[in-house]
């Protein structure tokens, strides 16, 4: 039968609303709220014009997809990629929700998409698509409605844009309509390294659990964009070693560990147009499809979605698998990993740290007093631990997967938030 929920054609959905319908029967939740949750609250699409650098015009689709207003403004990312639909834009945005829930972020979820490859297009292009973009979804973002960050394809240039399109309409400057931006522009101190600092206090707290000393410890990790590096260089910092990285392009490895600093320099070169870790003279390469099923201790993937499927879980061979990026783990490997011994810290909790920056910058902004690196890090390594701590805990006490553990405290805090303002008289 033909779905009437236009999201359903996207299986990054339809792996959220798998996902929220096992929490659903895990903690008996109301059945109207889940209906209520499982459909986002609004979405805007559009398709907008654009001049190319070769004088051509280009249709762009652009989508911002607000899964809940009702814990106070939507917050989430704005990815530019070719993967980039309705459906992988609302998913991303429901599991916002429930990643702002388990933090305890007073927001609620969203996210935006614009559907490009943005390494082949030129920065004056770029800009022209995202002033564009923000023009038009003006109506339904601001600093108390709906607030976006970078995500896949995106940085703090792009967050600059947006708030000085969206400044110059107010008609004065308002920072704290976008967070991740430059701190020159009211960014905070340590949002760019936020998301992997975060990966990496989770992994520490995993192999303390585990009893395993993370000096000598080894890592895979999949990514080396904004989240891939600085996990990389922060596992380093606790004593383990980067075995092997990949990106869209291939994989590399280096049993003795790779130079995270040496790499990035490879990297950023000029000469390197796709910036890829591929060629880097430290390492060698290897079969991307091999990257995942390197032995390591912790394995990071820090890229797409679903890349862990059923076929790949059945032959990892890692004991932490830390999920920097969103929904790398289908729910048909989640149940071949069920059956291992393989910790898993999932998504909704190991990648919590970018948004919980995001809200100190906004915070920060809102009341026009700067926070030093050394408070924001505290402060998300506090927000980080006790998190982690509630998960563990409620997972224990349940008899929950870690995942479906933490997908359950965000998902209770949306419904009890929605229960008690009275959407359902
Ligand atoms: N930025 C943030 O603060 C947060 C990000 N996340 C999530 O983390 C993940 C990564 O985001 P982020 O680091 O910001 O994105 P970036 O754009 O900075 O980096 C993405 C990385 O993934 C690689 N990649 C893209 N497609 C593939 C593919 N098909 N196979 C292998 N590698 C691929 C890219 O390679 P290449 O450069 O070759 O294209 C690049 O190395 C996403 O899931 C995102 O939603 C979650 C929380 C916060
Ligand atoms: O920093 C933010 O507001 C959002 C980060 C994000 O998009 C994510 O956590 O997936």
């Known amino acids: ?58 249709i762009f ?15 989430g990312g704005l990815r530019y990629a070719p993967s980039v639909d309705l459906g992988e834009v609302a998913a991303l945005a429901m599991w916002m929700s429930w990643k702002c829930g388990i933090m305890n ?29 923000t023009e038009e979804v003006l109506s339904i973002i601001g600093p108390r409605v709906d607030v976006m960050a970078p995500d896949v394809g995106t940085d703090e240039q792009t967050m600059a844009w947006i708030m000085d399109t969206y400044s110059m309409k107010i008609g004065y400057a308002v920072p704290e309509v976008v967070t991740g931006k430059p701190v020159e522009l009211g960014g905070c101190m340590g949002r760019r390294e936020a998301t992997g600092r975060g990966v990496v206090y989770c992994v520490r707290a995993a192999l303390d659990e585990l009893h395993i000393d ?20 922060e ?3 606790i004593g383990t070693k980067v075995v092997a990285i990949g990106d869209r392009y291939g994989a590399i490895r280096n049993a003795k560990g790779i130079d995270v600093a040496a790499l990035s320099r490879h990297v950023n070169a000029p000469a390197n147009t796709r910036r890829t870790v591929v060629g ?7 079969a991307a499809d091999d990257l995942l099923t390197t032995e390591c201790t912790v394995l990071v993937p820090a890229a797409m979605e679903r890349v862990v499927t059923e076929t790949v879980a059945g032959k990892l061979r890692c004991r ?32 919590a740290g970018g948004v ?70």
Request: with cysteine; proline share 5%; net charge neutral.
């Open 320 to 351: 932490v698998l830390a999920e920097g990026a969103n929904g790398p783990t289908t729910p048909n490997a989640d149940a071949v990993l069920a059956a291992s011994d393989i910790y898993i810290i999932p998504d909704v909790l190991c990648n």
């Open 1 to 58: 039968m033909a779905s009437d929920n236009l999201y359903d054609s996207s299986p990054v959905y339809r792996m959220a609303a798998e996902q929220l319908r096992a929490v659903a029967a895990a903690i008996d939740l109301d059945p109207g709220i889940a209906a209520r949750l499982a459909v986002p609250k609004r979405s805007l699409i559009t398709g907008f014009p654009v001049r190319m650098d070769d004088g051509a015009t280009r």
């Open 61 to 75: 689709m652009g989508y911002r997809v607000q899964h809940s207003l009702t814990s106070g403004p939507s917050k």
């Open 235 to 237: 596992l380093n910092k």
């Open 356 to 425: 919980t920056v995001s809200y100190f910058e906004w915070v920060q902004d809102i009341q026009q007093f700067m926070w030093s690196e050394e408070d924001v890090n505290h402060e998300l390594r506090k927000l980080m631990m006790q998190a982690f701590t509630r998960v563990r805990k409620q997972a224990v006490e349940r008899k929950l997967s870690n995942r479906l553990a933490a997908l359950s405290l965000g998902v209770q805090k949306v419904a009890t938030e929605k229960l008690k303002r009275g959407l359902f008289p």
């Open 105 to 133: 972020l007073p927001f609620a979820g969203a996210k935006g998409g614009i559907t490009c490859d943005p390494a082949a297009l030129s920065a004056g292009e770029k800009e022209r698509v995202t002033r564009r973009f």
């Open 280 to 286: 880097f003279a430290g390492a060698d390469e290897i």
């Open 214 to 233: 993370p000096v000598g410890a080894t890592a895979v990790v999949q990514g080396f964009g904004n989240v891939g590096s600085v996990t990389c260089e």
